[in-house]
């Protein structure tokens, strides 16, 4: 009996023994990853070139004639609108030339007023009658010289804009063409840039372009190319482009210094996944882990990689379009291992 008892407890201590080795087999839990997709790798390439603002329209004025000034009536920074009166020299030697003029044209006036009824009546001789006309026709002649010189006196505004320079001053004696005030029209300005040569086939008119603007903080403009220069820099070997920029506020000035970006497409080599998603093997193999949403597995899946890219690395075999890459988590996997998939 004794014995009997012996062999059924070590019979149950078996089974026991067995059904604890049974629990312990139970499947292990799913690894927590994240993923994202492999999506078409875009090698574009941004360049930046350093240029200067200026602009759209500058438009220097002078006066015609020598002489004096004797009121500016701007300052620079000021708002102008087209035919506004912007200075004046002392007229009085051109009035004074001027009235002389209109005197010698009323005698003239006056001299072809008598001798027309002699010369109907016959009294008068073709050649007589011949130079008093042809008084009256320079007198009116000079008379009207003597009025562009007086007129000239004052500069008007050939357009609106405001005034970018003004180098007068009551006093000063003027010479004629030599710029004195310049009106400037920024609602448009342009950011004038240099561009290797070597980069300058690259360039197309109205491609865009981001202006950035260090004196205005960190704000964005955007730009369109509208002039690609044609003769290059003799020593840097630079080719200038001007960038037209709306500026409808009036704050990008000319003068400010700025960087003009300017995107390069590239064409699609491949796909692109994340750098942490990318593991190598004992051998030197890289690999990733994809995940099978529908089955919650993750599968090891080796690949061939091109070039760091924006937004991560290039993967030119081993993958498709879509497929959900493992980018956090995957120091725990294996292959087919279970996965619980908490981002996207």
């Known amino acids: 009996m004794r014995k009997r008892f012996v062999l059924t407890s070590v019979l ?28 078409p790798a875009d090698v574009s390439q941004d360049l930046a070139y350093s240029g200067t603002i200026e602009a759209s329209t500058s438009i220097p004025l002078s006066f015609a004639s020598v002489g004096t ?5 701007v300052s620079e920074g000021d708002a102008v609108r087209k035919g506004q009166l912007l ?24 001299a072809y007023q008598r001798v027309t009824p002699m010369h109907k009546n016959g009294t008068l001789t073709d050649v007589k009658y011949v130079e008093v006309e042809t008084g009256l026709q320079q007198a009116k002649a000079a008379a009207g010289i003597a009025k562009k010189a007086l007129d000239n006196c004052r500069l008007y505004a050939t357009t609106d804009g405001f005034v970018g320079k003004c180098s007068l001053d009551p006093g000063m004696v003027t010479i004629p063409n030599i710029a004195t005030i310049t009106i400037v029209q920024i609602s448009k300005v342009f950011a004038r840039v240099a561009v290797p040569e070597n980069e300058i086939a690259r360039i197309r008119k109205r491609e865009t372009a981001e202006i950035h603007i260090g004196a205005l903080g960190t704000q964005a403009y955007s730009g369109t190319i ?17 960038i037209a920029v709306p500026n409808p506020e009036g704050l990008i000035k000319p003068g400010m210094v700025c960087t003009a970006v300017l995107r390069f497409p590239g064409e699609i080599r491949g796909l692109v996944i994340p750098n942490q998603a990318l593991l190598v093997d004992e051998t030197g193999r890289h690999f990733v882990y994809c995940v099978d949403a529908a089955r919650q597995k993750a599968f090891l899946r080796y690949v061939k990689i ?26 725990k996997l294996a292959d087919q291992s279970s996965v619980k998939i908490v981002h996207s």
């Open 12 to 39: 149950g201590l078996a089974l026991i023994a067995a059904g604890c080795g049974r629990r312990q087999e139970a499947p292990p839990e799913p690894v927590s990853v994240e993923v994202q997709k492999a999506l």
């Open 69 to 73: 000034v004797a009121r500016v009536l």
């Open 87 to 110: 200075a004046e020299l002392d007229n009085t030697t051109f009035q004074n030339a001027y009235d002389m003029a209109l005197a010698a044209q009323a005698q003239a006036e006056d």
């Open 226 to 242: 509208e002039e690609i220069g044609v003769m290059a820099d003799a020593l840097a070997h630079t080719y200038k482009i001007k």
């Open 306 to 331: 091109g070039k760091l890219v924006q937004g991560g690395i290039e993967i030119t075999e081993g993958l498709t379009a879509d497929d959900l890459i493992v980018t956090a988590g995957h120091q």
